[in-house]
């Protein structure tokens, strides 16, 4: 079971936490979700705000399902 509400204040840092259980590199898990190294390397710094089309919140679900996660697993975002 994951931890809830660790207190990710982004979902950059979200995407690190399931890139990280599938023990993925950035350039991997970017190639699964259509983004490039760099690209993903923003959005776990909080430069950019990650956008999901269809494809890519399917890919996503995918890669929770492969770490073991579920959407209850993910913080809830803050007030």
């Known amino acids: 079971m994951v931890e809830r509400n660790v207190g990710f204040d982004n979902l950059g840092k979200v995407l690190e936490l399931i890139r990280k259980r599938n023990g993925m590199t950035q350039a991997e898990f970017g190639r699964v979700l259509g983004w490039d190294e760099r690209t993903v ?38 007030p």
């Open 41 to 78: 390397r923003r959005y776990v710094r909080g430069e950019l705000n990650a956008r999901l089309d269809v494809v890519r919140v399917k890919a996503f679900f995918k890669l929770l399902a492969e770490a073991g996660m579920s959407l209850d697993d993910l913080p809830d975002p803050p």
